[in-house]
């Protein structure tokens, strides 16, 4: 093992033990655990069209993936007809370098949760070239001000109890905020109203990407992504390109699917953007910047997607839906939280981290963490089987050279 890998585990592993070791980790997650099995049994049994439509969804990521660079320049083509513009980034550094370039610097930007926006850390990214940027999911925002990564990709500071919410808060806010959960939510509505009005752009990821018509879903509760997505005058989105799928209704059928997974039942905003804002009341003549954005600027990124759709096992990796299901179900994950995790988290996020966000060095300890026991391969809706691209990893990882 070398310096540095040593190092890295080292470091998971204190993690780690602390974590497991912290009880308000232990009673946010028993919580949640409940809560998201009590949720979804109902959503489940109150639209159990859902279950037969899983089975349709994988079929549709089945089909997307094989096709997967075709699908993303149908998209590009669908939204510039839209009057967007698109870009294909094939690294972490290109798509900052693409986002940096459009967003230059001393510019406010406001930004909807994105799991490939941690993937890329774009928002340190953008600070450090002179750029405020606010995220404006509560969860996101609260764990900017506590410096910390998300520990569950839904559900981001599901391990912060309300009396650490208010702690972080009065500081922040310099005025003493009440361990009060709708006090705390009508603090930082009040604070975003304002930025939201002075962004100059706004940020959001996609949930899924339909190629026939070039539109955008983001599926969403808080009201946080329709305003970023709307009211800035510029709208980025950073994309993986594996959430292309080929027609509008495929795009509803994954949406559907990936809300009533991810503890959602029903979502009370589900944007759909295929270009910028646009009038014609004035003789019929198109005329593009109405209300919303004046411009859309979309960045797909690869970033080690096409290498994991190069290799039969892996492939279905790239069907995750981010519903966060199998989280719950794991047992590590239901000790330690997203300390099982690197910039993805518990077992599939030990997949993506070894090809996309971190590569084999980083993925070593989270290889080593999963106990390869199923749960999440109940849970899945698209039935992704972690454990056997555990087992090749391991595999890989002793080929390389590592010990564990
Ligand atoms: S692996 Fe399956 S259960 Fe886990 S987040 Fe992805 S789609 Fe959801």
Same mark, same amino acid.
């Given at each position: 093992?070398?310096?540095?890998?040593?190092?890295?585990?080292?470091?998971?592993?204190?993690?780690?033990?602390?974590?497991?070791?912290?009880?308000?980790?232990?009673?946010?997650?028993?919580?949640?655990?409940?809560?998201?099995?009590?949720?979804?049994?109902?959503?489940?049994?109150?639209?159990?069209?859902?279950?037969?439509?899983?089975?349709?969804?994988?079929?549709?990521?089945?089909?997307?993936?094989?096709?997967?660079?075709?699908?993303?320049?149908?998209?590009?083509?669908?939204?510039?007809?839209?009057?967007?513009?698109?870009?294909?980034?094939?690294?972490?550094?290109?798509?900052?370098?693409?986002?940096?370039?459009?967003?230059?610097?001393?510019?406010?930007?406001?930004?909807g949760k994105s799991i490939l926006g941690e993937e890329l850390e774009v928002r340190d990214y953008l600070i450090d070239r002179g750029n405020e940027v606010w995220e404006s999911d509560l969860g996101e925002f609260i764990l900017q001000l506590r410096h910390e990564r998300p520990m569950?990709?839904?559900?981001?500071?599901?391990?912060?109890?309300?009396?650490?919410?208010?702690?972080?808060?009065?500081?922040?806010?310099?005025?003493?905020?009440?361990?009060?959960?709708?006090?705390?939510?009508?603090?930082?509505?009040?604070?975003?109203?304002?930025?939201?009005?002075?962004?100059?752009?706004?940020?959001?990821?996609?949930?899924?990407v339909a190629a026939d018509t070039g539109a955008l879903v983001i599926i969403e509760n808080e009201g946080n992504a329709r305003i970023c997505t709307a009211v800035p005058p510029v709208h980025l989105v950073l994309v993986g390109i594996e959430k292309v799928v080929p027609t509008f209704?495929?795009?509803?059928?994954?949406?559907?699917?990936?809300?009533?997974?991810?503890?959602?039942?029903?979502?009370?905003?589900?944007?759909?953007?295929?270009?910028?804002?646009?009038?014609?009341?004035?003789?019929?003549?198109?005329?593009?910047?109405?209300?919303?954005?004046?411009?859309?600027?979309?960045?797909?990124?690869?970033?080690?997607?096409?290498?994991?759709?190069? /290799?039969?096992?892996?492939?279905?990796?790239?069907? #995750? %839906? +981010? *519903? !966060?299901? $199998?989280?719950?179900? @794991? =047992? &590590?994950?239901?000790?330690?939280?997203?300390?099982?995790?690197?910039?993805?988290?518990?077992?599939?996020?030990?997949?993506?981290?070894?090809?996309?966000?971190?590569?084999? /060095?980083?993925?070593?300890?989270?290889?080593?963490? #999963? %106990? +390869? *026991? !199923?749960? $999440?391969?109940?849970? @899945? =809706? &698209?039935?992704?089987?972690?454990?056997?691209?555990?087992?090749?990893?391991?595999?890989?990882?002793?080929?390389?050279?590592?010990?564990?």
């Amino acid at each position: 093992m070398s310096a540095s890998s040593e190092a890295i585990f080292q470091k998971y592993t204190a993690e780690l033990i602390k974590a497991a070791k912290d009880e308000n980790i232990q009673l946010a997650l028993s919580r949640a655990v409940r809560s998201y099995r009590d949720n979804t049994r109902a959503a489940l049994e109150r639209y159990p069209h859902t279950v037969q439509m899983a089975e349709e969804v994988l079929e549709i990521k089945r089909r997307s993936i094989e096709r997967m660079d075709e699908l993303v320049a149908q998209a590009r083509e669908s939204i510039e007809a839209n009057h967007g513009k698109t870009y294909l980034a094939r690294t972490r550094e290109d798509a900052l370098q693409l986002a940096s370039d459009i967003i230059g610097t001393g510019k406010i930007v406001v930004k909807g949760k994105s799991i490939l926006g941690e993937e890329l850390e774009v928002r340190d990214y953008l600070i450090d070239r002179g750029n405020e940027v606010w995220e404006s999911d509560l969860g996101e925002f609260i764990l900017q001000l506590r410096h910390e990564r998300p520990m569950h990709i839904v559900s981001p500071s599901i391990h912060v109890p309300r009396e650490q919410v208010a702690e972080i808060f009065s500081e922040f806010f310099g005025r003493p905020i009440e361990p009060d959960i709708a006090k705390e939510v009508a603090v930082v509505k009040e604070f975003l109203r304002d930025k939201y009005f002075d962004a100059d752009f706004g940020m959001s990821g996609a949930n899924v990407v339909a190629a026939d018509t070039g539109a955008l879903v983001i599926i969403e509760n808080e009201g946080n992504a329709r305003i970023c997505t709307a009211v800035p005058p510029v709208h980025l989105v950073l994309v993986g390109i594996e959430k292309v799928v080929p027609t509008f209704q495929d795009a509803m059928k994954v949406a559907e699917v990936t809300w009533r997974y991810a503890n959602y039942t029903v979502p009370s905003y589900v944007n759909i953007i295929s270009g910028p804002s646009k009038t014609g009341d004035i003789e019929k003549v198109t005329t593009y910047g109405a209300h919303g954005p004046g411009e859309l600027h979309v960045i797909f990124v690869d970033n080690g997607r096409s290498r994991m759709a190069g /290799e039969d096992l892996f492939r279905q990796g790239l069907y #995750c %839906l +981010r *519903c !966060g299901g $199998c989280m719950y179900e @794991c =047992p &590590v994950f239901q000790q330690v939280a997203g300390y099982f995790g690197y910039r993805y988290l518990g077992g599939i996020g030990a997949i993506w981290t070894a090809f996309v966000a971190g590569g084999l /060095e980083n993925a070593v300890p989270l290889i080593y963490t #999963c %106990l +390869r *026991c !199923g749960r $999440c391969v109940e849970r @899945c =809706p &698209v039935s992704i089987d972690v454990p056997a691209m555990i087992i090749e990893l391991r595999k890989r990882i002793v080929a390389a050279g590592y010990s564990a």
